[in-house]
Nanobody
């Protein structure tokens, strides 16, 4: 089992940048593919980006792929989400999550992620 804690959320102006971090503890973090998801008020949870346990593969939602970048540092048990050119529609609570099984590939399907952090709020003003 792995525990996840997000940090780095906050407020930004449109066009600005933020970096979110997801810190893992418990079962070796480096064995899990990690995804970032977000949920805006009264909207469904949405896939943002995900990264393979090794860091060799990344996938993105089309709405963010030219603006966001996911990476990881397995020595520090951290996954990052670098967000640039932020838009008001990026406003949401952002969650990181770990895949259900070790060494499984990243996926945009949130049902395949078992371990979730508590979320961090990102607010983008115009």
């Amino acid at each position: 089992q792995v525990q996840l804690v997000e940090s780095g959320g906050g407020s930004a102006q449109a066009g600005g940048s933020l970096r979110l971090s997801c810190a893992g503890s418990g079962h070796p973090f480096s064995m899990y593919s990690i995804g970032w998801f977000r949920q805006a008020p009264e909207k469904e949870r949405e896939f943002v980006a995900a990264i393979r346990y090794s860091g060799s593969t990344t996938i993105y939602n089309d709405s963010v792929k030219d603006r966001f970048s996911i990476s990881r540092d397995n020595y520090k048990n951290l996954v990052y989400l670098e967000m640039s050119d932020l838009k008001p529609e990026d406003t949401a609570v952002y969650y990181c999550a770990a895949r259900d099984k070790l060494y499984y590939k990243p996926s945009p399907d949130s049902d395949l992620y078992t371990y979730w952090g508590q979320g961090t709020q990102v607010t983008v003003s115009s």
